[in-house]
């Protein structure tokens, strides 16, 4: 038998290392997995390996059967059908696509990257959007959830920190209380403690018995509608500034990421960006008046974040309904592109693609769509914080259908990255782009840009391949299959990466040069 060590699986490659790739199989399986590999690497690999290339980084691909189809955009007539049966496999594959970095690595890194392409791209134009849009005032803001009971938490009064991400300033002690209460089940309602910032305490209530479950669960599932309220207010308070200005009217555009805090709530991240409005044109892109600034947008933010709520409509459970608010914490920075402010378009940008692919697994539950039968394994009445959670929501949900249904997102139904229509470009012409692209030309380290690029083209093109498609499975054939596909695109990302790194170098060294 031969081991995994003397397999290359592309020529001049390093051999396979155990664990490169994605399959979860424990590594007792590896001489099963290499012996499917050396039979999938003999005769047909490397058309294999060009035909798998797509979903080659995918944990678990979906296997499609069928005709692939070339359509004349314009008449619908169809001028090539190619059955999948005489390809490789006779079947294709296509990426998971989806955005949970625990999930699926490779496929939540594409979303992340698409996600900060086009969260950049509202911010300095490119594509489809003008590259007047940086001169457009624009502000970061935090939205946090109110206080559904308190939490062990860590605050820092001034940090010295230059990186909150990885802060190690000294923190204040979590609910410091000269009197020492106790709640009515007999638990202090204070601890002295400074919290690390990795302490699993964090986020978790001193009293689970006095914590306000459903009111949490009911915040979360109407997040995006406070969101939604919130934003009309901060146009309408800056048309009437306008007005009084006498200036034409103004428009907000935004871009925005939710994110799981410890205690199971959840916290916008929005990029607003002050748009003038072309009466003519709705969908143009148009700069604001001079005469509206960015501290008029950041006093906007503030008092549509304070000034908006609204009391939910009745629930059995609960005839007076929930009131619906923001939190006292809020957080508004302008956005600067030249890099001399507090945040820039990059930064900004990265920080919300990178929310983009997380979920709820900060609070240490993470599972599927829940159903009578699998509710049992992560609500309790009397269970931790998290299992709470999800049973209020179960509950609650016997009349809200919608807290049911994301009774496994604490109550949470939204997107994770959402955005004004107007904001930038989309998902799906990054998407397509990137499909167009992978069936006309080879990758090479350029990948990224050049599909980018063919962004324009498509719009003018006329034929589309479609496909006549039936599913035909999840996930990579055999355990060999997969250590092949994941491990070459494994590689392939590093080679890309090495070439941006190869040429970071250079770009510093020429500075070096031109500073000597
Ligand atoms: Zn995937
Ligand atoms: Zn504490
Ligand atoms: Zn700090
Ligand atoms: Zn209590």
Avoid at 56 to 77: F, K, M, S, W
Avoid at 88 to 114: F, L, M, Q, W
Avoid at 328 to 350: C, F, K, N, S, Y
Avoid at 473 to 494: I, S, V
Wanted: include cysteine; aromatic fraction near 6%; charge should be positive.
């Amino acid at each position: 038998m031969t081991t995994g060590s003397t397999l290359a699986p592309t020529p001049g490659t390093a051999p396979v290392v155990p664990g490169a790739g994605a399959n979860t199989e424990p590594a007792t399986r590896l001489p099963l997995a290499t012996s499917t590999a050396l039979a999938r690497a003999g005769a047909g690999y490397f058309d294999w390996l060009d035909h798998v290339w797509p979903a080659a980084g995918c944990t678990h691909p979906i296997r499609l059967a069928g005709d692939l189809l070339t359509v004349n955009a314009t008449t619908g007539e169809v001028l090539r059908s190619v059955p999948t049966e005489g390809m490789p496999d006779g079947i294709i594959y296509k990426a998971c696509g989806n955005r949970r970095a625990t999930v699926c690595p490779s496929c939540a890194e594409t979303y992340r990257r698409d996600a900060y392409q086009l969260v950049r791209a509202g911010l300095i134009g490119g594509k489809t959007v003008p590259a007047s849009v940086a001169g457009h005032p624009a502000v970061f803001a935090t939205f946090t959830a109110p206080s559904f009971g308190p939490v062990h938490t860590r605050h820092v009064r001034r940090h010295t920190c230059r990186d909150k991400t990885r802060c190690t300033c000294r923190p204040a002690p979590c609910h410091a209380r000269r009197d020492s209460p106790v709640c009515p089940h007999g638990r202090p309602l204070a601890c002295y403690a400074r919290h690390e910032r990795e302490d699993q305490v964090l986020g978790q209530p001193l009293c689970l018995d006095c914590y306000d479950h459903d009111h949490h669960v009911v915040w979360n599932n109407q997040a995006g509608e406070l969101w939604r309220r919130t934003k009309q207010a901060i146009e309408r308070h800056l048309n009437r500034a306008a007005r009084r200005r006498g200036l034409p009217r103004v428009r907000v555009s935004h871009g925005k990421a939710a994110e799981y805090q410890a205690r199971g709530s959840v916290h916008f991240h929005a990029l607003l960006r002050l748009d003038g409005l072309d009466p003519d044109d709705k969908a143009r892109i148009i700069p604001p008046p001079p005469g509206i600034t960015v501290a008029d947008l950041d006093e906007a933010v503030r008092y549509a974040a304070a000034a908006i709520g609204f009391t939910t409509d009745p629930h059995p459970e609960h005839p007076a309904g929930w009131p619906i608010a923001w939190g006292e914490q809020l957080d508004v920075r302008p956005i600067t592109l030249t890099g001399d402010g507090t945040v820039t378009d990059a930064m900004v940008a990265g920080y919300l693609a990178k929310y983009s692919t997380k979920g709820t697994e900060v609070t240490g539950h993470a599972s599927r769509r829940l159903d009578a039968s699998t509710i049992r394994l992560y609500a309790d009445p009397k269970g931790t914080h998290t299992e709470r959670l999800v049973q209020a929501a179960w509950d609650l949900g016997q009349h809200w259908e919608s807290l049911r249904r994301w009774a496994h997102m604490l109550g949470f139904g939204g997107h994770f990255l959402t955005k004004a229509r107007r904001y930038s470009i989309t998902f799906a012409a990054l998407r397509d782009a990137r499909v167009h692209y992978r069936r006309t030309q080879a990758q090479g380290p350029d990948y990224d840009q050049q599909r980018l690029d063919r962004q324009d083209d498509l719009d003018t093109e006329t034929t589309l391949i479609v496909g006549r498609l039936t599913y035909a499975g999840t996930g990579w054939k055999t355990t060999g299959d997969a250590l092949l596909a994941n491990t070459a695109a494994d590689q392939a990302r590093r080679y890309r990466e090495a070439g941006r790194e190869e040429l970071a170098h250079q770009n510093a060294l020429g500075q070096a040069t031109h500073a000597a």
